[in-house]
């Protein structure tokens, strides 16, 4: 009598195995050192709600790739840790009235357990935690270096702030106008900030996404958000003034079509420019456009704006160009101010209707001038009209060329410009890295020396963000005050923090060093074992988290500290698990999904192969719990092959070997192609073949019951595990090598080919698969004979598939 399958037991015994004898080591049994792989996982933050099944799947995805590439022969790097610091943890503290050291190192305990029951491939001896003073000293020394390399500085403009959060964010952090953490619509605030120069990158970081394996949908979030264009610098001179102001545009083919200029309410020289009769309603507008965000400010429908009363002269043609106020022109894009030209921009027209402001073309598709336009002519090319010595050019090719002739007039300068700005990296919160600068009358901004890192964070009862702009450690004197670095005169710390993001810049380089108390990473281990191979986590992070840790590598690189420039080789980005109606899950929302109940009843194997059969891996899939039924059914329906089959001498017929091939195939190369889902179909679909075959024949031969195994492993370890063991194999299934397969021994001896007449099947027979054209047409005809009325008039063969008489 069979043994029935007894998940529970079998995962308990492996789990123990595994502990004693781990499968991922460094040389193989012949004590061959074996090349690296690394594979690793957006490390979570540590939430108070812990896992769910969404978090799985991610999870499994990697960990399937990591063994993958074990059996390949490969030492597996693949680690994890806790991005611990910053306002998701913070919240979650205030929420639960505790200290966030205390709830986040409970939520990192928590969690760790519910990883674990994925039986991932993890190497906790390679742990990071970014709230270990261990992890920031490093994350705090490479602020330092980019200190004093000049691309971290101090500056106060208006931020986006967060009323709830009480924090600055930074653009990539304003969704829809919102904050990305709490969905608080998000303000403006004038604050003294600390920025990271990523701009002096935007350059390498827009062209060496071309040696990249990643998807092309993220490439292309990264390209939009750095946002290079063409074009120039125009100066604007101010009337009766010595100031001139600065536009850049695209499209200096249309200079002479500029008749009036906007510049953001932020803009240096905006309130000065006010005439005493415009004022009051200059400074009015300067207010209440603080008080909105940059996407509000972008998607107000109806624009608005105020007369400055002043004006200035286009350098072109010495035409009068009145200067308006208006809160669709960002002070940080570009430099603040636009020219206008309404005849040719949709946003200009608008405006210019809305104001009464002449409106001039200087585009025309035919040469000539439209009368009572209704609308901006914006068709990207035509011929140049109403602009002097332009007219009768083609405006594409001036668009070109007008860089350099505004170069050559003296009038402005052909540029670059990124949409890209620096980043925004102070916090005004408690819980994160404190920014280990010191502010001296004397001596300005100084680093805490590098031997004196880690600058730690006080441990402090009330920890609550004020709401005045100031973090909470401005309050505690006896940390704030000290003495100057350079001159030994009373000083004081720097009191907000560093981002969420500081730390998860980075983190993937210190994993492979993360005792070393000398250096962020040693030379040779990050020359042996670095970058990342394979890097998988949602598309969530396609901009801000990716983006910053290329700037970090990048700079890293720079300053010597490793020898590559891009951190991720290839990336994958795994769909979302939602709950009905694909609303994501949350504790608030009640759908949340909890893995454990699932281990228990159906195992580990069988939650991991469910998670991967819910849909392709990098669509988002509704969770629904009766699937994982059929799922175990299947382990079971392997299960039992191998019970009936292990303790008989069966040889292998062509059908078992067919099988066998044909899966180590499809298996292979929808695991290469990452459709995930698609292999867990072919499980299926070769065992329910093997099954019949076995049935036929009393059992399945014990390589091919071997073969199951190994390619069973990376999906369901245990499984493949008590199988390995049950064949007779001492040594782990992990150490046996991925199977190849023989497209020789995969080809069908017969096939079932449709005789058509005319068109439509008469007949199906079984041929040879080798069969010849002429024998095929022969055993067609013979099998159509009596439906063959008329003189044949044309035979066609395709191989394999159809044989058509075609008769009159």
């Not at 009480?166 to 619509?185: I, M, Q, S």
């Amino acid at each position: 009598m069979a043994v029935p399958y007894n998940h529970k037991a079998i995962e308990k015994k492996w789990r123990e195995n595994w502990e004693k004898n781990p499968v991922n080591t460094k040389e193989d049994k012949n004590g061959n050192k074996r090349e690296k792989y690394y594979c690793l996982d957006m490390f979570p933050y540590p939430s108070g709600n812990g896992l769910h099944v969404g978090h799985w799947r991610g999870y499994v995805i990697s960990d399937v790739w990591s063994r993958y590439k074990l059996l390949q022969g490969y030492y597996i790097i693949h680690p994890m840790g806790w991005d611990a610091f910053g306002l998701p943890a913070e919240n979650y503290a205030i929420k639960m009235g505790v200290h966030p050291a205390k709830s986040t190192a409970e939520n990192i305990k928590h969690i760790k357990e519910q990883i674990n029951q994925i039986a991932a491939l993890y190497d906790w001896d390679l742990e990071v935690n970014t709230t270990d003073p261990n992890y920031y000293k490093w994350t705090q020394w490479i602020f330092v270096k980019m200190f004093k390399a000049g691309l971290a500085y101090e500056k106060e403009f208006p931020i986006n702030w967060c009323p709830s959060c009480k924090t600055g964010l930074a653009n990539e952090e304003v969704v829809n106008g919102k904050c990305e953490r709490c969905g608080t619509e998000v303000t403006k605030k004038n604050l003294r900030q600390w920025m990271l120069k990523i701009t002096a990158y935007a350059e390498r970081l827009l062209n060496d996404l071309d040696k990249l394996d990643w998807p092309e949908k993220v490439k292309k979030m990264q390209t939009d958000w750095i946002g290079k264009s063409y074009g120039a610098e125009v100066d604007f001179p101010v009337e009766g003034r010595e100031e001139k102001i600065t536009v850049y545009t695209t499209r200096p083919d249309t200079l002479h079509g500029a008749t009036f200029m906007v510049l953001a309410p932020e803009h240096e020289l905006a309130a000065s420019l006010a005439t005493p009769e415009n004022k009051e309603a200059v400074e009015r507008y300067i207010y209440e456009a603080s008080m909105k965000s940059n996407v509000d400010r972008m998607q107000d429908k109806e624009k608005t704006g105020v007369f400055t009363g002043t004006y200035a002269i286009n350098p072109l043609n010495g035409a009068k160009v009145p200067i308006w106020l208006s809160d669709y022109v960002l002070a940080d894009y570009g430099t603040g101010a636009i020219m206008c030209v309404p005849a040719h921009d949709d946003r200009d027209f608008e405006f210019a209707k809305k104001f009464d402001i002449p409106i001039i073309q200087v585009i025309s598709k035919d040469g000539k001038e439209i009368e009572n336009m209704t609308e901006a002519y914006t068709e990207a090319s035509g011929i140049m009209i109403n602009s002097g010595e332009w007219n009768g050019m083609e405006s594409s090719v001036l668009k070109k060329e007008g860089p350099h002739i505004i170069e050559e007039k003296g009038i402005g300068r052909a540029t670059v410009n990124y949409k890209l700005r620096d980043w925004v990296f102070s916090r005004q919160r408690y819980w994160g890295e404190p920014i280990p600068i010191v502010h001296c009358p004397d001596c300005g901004a100084v680093p805490v020396p590098e031997e004196e890192l880690p600058l730690q964070l006080p441990d402090v009862e009330s920890y609550e963000p004020t709401g005045t702009g100031e973090s909470p450690l401005a309050a505690i004197d006896e940390w704030v005050n000290c003495k100057c670095p350079v001159c030994g005169k009373p000083a004081k710390r720097e009191t907000n923090t560093m981002p969420q993001w500081a730390g998860s810049s980075w983190y993937f380089l210190r994993y492979v060093d993360n005792h070393n108390d000398k250096e962020l990473v040693s030379r040779e281990k990050a020359d042996a074992l670095l970058p990342v191979d394979m890097y998988i986590g949602g598309v969530e992070h396609a901009v801000l988290h990716l983006l910053y840790s290329r700037f970090y590598t990048k700079f890293l690189c720079d300053i010597g500290v490793i020898d590559f420039d891009e951190p991720f080789t290839k990336l994958f980005n795994q769909g979302m698990i939602t709950g009905k109606n694909g609303i994501k899950m949350s504790k608030s929302k009640g759908n949340v999904v909890s893995p454990d109940d699932l281990v228990r009843d159906y195992g580990c194997d069988s939650l991991r192969m469910y998670e991967l059969f819910v849909g392709p891996p990098e669509l988002d899939a509704e969770w629904d719990d009766r699937g994982i039924d059929g799922v175990y059914r299947f382990l079971k329906k392997v299960w039992n092959l191998l019970q009936d089959s292990k303790e008989k001498d069966i040889k292998a017929t062509k059908d078992m070997l067919k099988e066998r091939h044909r899966l180590v195939y499809d298996v292979t190369t929808r695991l290469e192609n990452f459709s995930l889902n698609t292999v867990i179909s072919a499980f299926m679909e070769h065992t329910n073949s093997l099954a019949a075959i076995a049935k036929k024949e009393g059992g399945v031969d014990k390589e091919t019951l071997e073969t199951m195994a190994v390619l069973l492993a990376p999906f369901a370890p245990h499984m493949a595990e008590e199988m390995w063991e049950e064949l007779g194999h001492t040594e782990t299934v992990f150490h046996a090598g991925w199977p190849s397969y023989d497209e020789e021994a995969m080809k069908d001896d017969e096939v079932e080919i449709a005789v058509q007449v005319n068109g439509k099947t008469r007949a199906v027979v079984a041929l040879p698969a080798d069969v010849s054209k002429e024998d095929a047409i022969a055993k067609g005809k013979e099998a159509v004979q009596d439906k063959l009325t008329g003189n044949i008039v044309k035979e066609i063969y395709v191989p394999g598939r159809i044989i058509n008489i075609v008769v009159k």
